[in-house]
């Protein structure tokens, strides 16, 4: 028999959140990459902020003869040295953190809101590091290739005998090519359309496409211009005259190597500031250590869907 008056309801979604707590992700910043060029560069450590690369200046003055059965005398040789050798000074990147005390006291559960601060701090400043690396105009590999071992694509997309001049530039132990996403894209399509889609290789935990057996490592600080990218082809290594990096050790606030973090104190306003810095610099110990390939086309509808082409 049915009852007057309103019925009951479940206790709804709504209400019921209200005595919930929510589960929280510390802060998702998109433009964090791997930067796998700082894992595969060697880091030398320079103590006194300079490094001084010295060369030798005329290789053929270089006179070598194998013995003389009728006992004459051997010339004699020496190898000189430039007298100016060039000398890199750790550049510093510098930036501010700053933080009201009143947030840092009441909001920092469950997630600290300085140390969270820090964090998307240091990474931005790692991946401005990277960018450095390739594009400084003192430092960056890009600048630092000698004329000499630059070359332009045969073709509009990359293609595997693009990849191949540049290991006859660079074939004393090459490491690895570095180049934009899209540009592994691009020669990707390019090999599979040849019928020859490269092996991968697994490195870092992370699979990459490789030719001849060398990884293509990307890095979205690689330029695209007008549709165009370039490949660079990488020895690195002291011992093998070839690409390093260098840090300062040994700073006040060590984080990572090459970048620390000091507390400057605390304004009128209530205001904690922080001095993140980092210093580091690269060095192209000699001309073959690196090669450039220019002018790659990334276009994905090169030569596949011409229609598409404006």
Same mark, same amino acid.
């Given at each position: 028999m049915?009852?007057?008056?309103?019925?009951?309801? #479940?206790?709804?979604?709504?209400?019921?959140?209200?005595?919930?707590n929510?589960?929280?992700t510390?802060?998702?910043?998109?433009s964090?990459?791997?930067?796998?060029?700082?894992? %595969?560069?060697n880091?030398?450590?320079?103590?006194? $902020?300079?490094?001084?690369r &010295?060369?030798?200046?005329?290789?053929?003055?270089?006179?070598i003869?194998?013995? &003389?059965f009728?006992e004459?005398?051997l010339?004699?040789? *020496?190898?000189?040295?430039?007298?100016d050798?060039?000398?890199?000074r %750790?550049?510093?990147?510098?930036?501010i953190?700053?933080?009201?005390?009143?947030?840092?006291?009441l909001?920092?559960?469950?997630?600290?809101?300085?140390?969270?601060?820090?964090?998307?701090?240091?990474?931005?400043?790692?991946?401005h590091?990277?960018?450095?690396?390739i594009n400084?105009?003192?430092?960056g590999l890009?600048a &630092?290739?000698p004329a000499?071992q630059?070359?332009?694509?045969?073709?509009?997309?990359?293609?595997?005998d693009?990849?191949?001049n540049?290991?006859?530039k660079v074939?004393?132990e090459p $490491?690895? *090519?570095?180049?934009h996403p899209?540009g592994?894209?691009?020669? +990707?399509r390019?090999?599979t359309r040849?019928?020859?889609?490269?092996p991968?290789?697994?490195? *870092? +935990?992370?699979?990459f %496409?490789t030719?001849?057996?060398?990884?293509?490592?990307?890095?979205?600080?690689v330029?695209v211009t +007008? +549709?165009?990218?370039?490949?660079? %082809?990488?020895?690195?290594g002291?011992?093998?005259? $070839?690409?390093?990096?260098? *840090?300062?050790?040994g700073?006040?606030g060590?984080?990572?190597?090459g970048?620390?973090?000091k507390f400057? $104190?605390?304004?009128?306003?209530?205001? #904690?500031?922080?001095?993140?810095?980092?210093?580091?610099?690269?060095?192209?110990?000699?001309?073959? #250590?690196i090669?450039?390939?220019?002018?790659?086309?990334?276009?994905?509808f090169?030569?596949? #869907?011409p229609?598409?082409r404006?």
């Amino acid at each position: 028999m049915a009852t007057g008056g309103p019925q009951p309801m #479940a206790l709804g979604d709504d209400a019921a959140r209200t005595l919930a707590n929510a589960t929280k992700t510390v802060p998702q910043m998109e433009s964090i990459s791997p930067r796998w060029l700082v894992h %595969l560069l060697n880091w030398i450590p320079v103590e006194a $902020g300079i490094y001084r690369r &010295n060369r030798v200046t005329d290789e053929d003055t270089v006179d070598i003869q194998c013995d &003389n059965f009728d006992e004459s005398p051997l010339p004699e040789t *020496f190898i000189d040295y430039e007298k100016d050798p060039r000398e890199y000074r %750790l550049k510093a990147v510098h930036t501010i953190l700053d933080v009201h005390t009143r947030v840092s006291d009441l909001y920092s559960s469950p997630h600290d809101q300085i140390a969270q601060q820090l964090r998307l701090t240091i990474e931005a400043i790692k991946e401005h590091q990277e960018g450095e690396l390739i594009n400084s105009p003192d430092y960056g590999l890009i600048a &630092n290739t000698p004329a000499k071992q630059r070359i332009s694509t045969l073709a509009g997309p990359p293609t595997p005998d693009d990849l191949d001049n540049l290991i006859t530039k660079v074939w004393k132990e090459p $490491g690895f *090519f570095l180049t934009h996403p899209e540009g592994i894209a691009a020669f +990707g399509r390019e090999c599979t359309r040849r019928g020859v889609p490269p092996p991968t290789v697994s490195l *870092f +935990g992370s699979q990459f %496409l490789t030719w001849r057996g060398i990884p293509i490592i990307p890095s979205d600080k690689v330029p695209v211009t +007008g +549709g165009k990218t370039s490949f660079l %082809l990488i020895r690195t290594g002291e011992s093998r005259q $070839g690409v390093v990096g260098l *840090f300062q050790p040994g700073l006040a606030g060590e984080q990572s190597p090459g970048l620390s973090v000091k507390f400057m $104190g605390i304004d009128r306003s209530a205001i #904690a500031s922080y001095l993140v810095s980092l210093y580091c610099s690269l060095v192209v110990l000699t001309d073959d #250590a690196i090669a450039l390939l220019e002018g790659a086309d990334v276009d994905k509808f090169h030569d596949y #869907a011409p229609k598409y082409r404006k």
